[in-house]
């Protein structure tokens, strides 16, 4: 059976679209483990820089500013400021999940729509001409 160009052009897409969407699949499966656990996703960096008040007064601190001007602060007022700043930063993780889902999704429904097209194209080329 000859194969016609236009049969090889739709399978060809078909396979890239394929492809297509198991990257979009990965893409969004990391996109909901951030959203459900942004702790876990944030880079180590980031991540430790909250985990102790020292090392949070050490990341923060201006190199122009005096050492002075954060012993003040008592501990539990650090802590707290600490605690609302990683919340922050978990928050934009869950945005910046939120909107890699969303581009995702909007991928594969694309993905799915170009391959739909193009297997009818395929069956259709693949049928004999009379």
């Known amino acids: 059976m000859k194969k016609t160009i236009l ?26 483990v951030r959203l ?21 007064t050490n990341q923060n601190q201006n190199r122009c500013d005096d050492k002075k001007k954060d012993e003040h602060i008592e501990d539990s007022e650090l802590t707290k400021k600490r605690l609302a700043d990683l919340d922050i930063e978990l928050a934009g993780e869950k945005r910046s999940a939120t909107q890699d889902i969303t581009k995702q999704i909007f991928s594969i429904i694309l993905c799915l729509l170009v391959f739909s097209i193009h297997w009818r194209l ?9």
């Open 36 to 56: 459900n656990n942004p702790q876990l996703t944030l880079p180590d960096y980031t991540y430790s820089r909250y985990q102790s008040n020292e090392r949070y």
């Open 7 to 32: 049969e090889i052009y739709s399978l060809a897409i078909c396979a890239i679209t394929l492809i297509w969407l198991t990257i979009s699949m990965g893409i969004l499966s990391y996109g909901f």
């Open 122 to 130: 395929a069956r259709k080329a693949r049928l004999p001409t009379q």
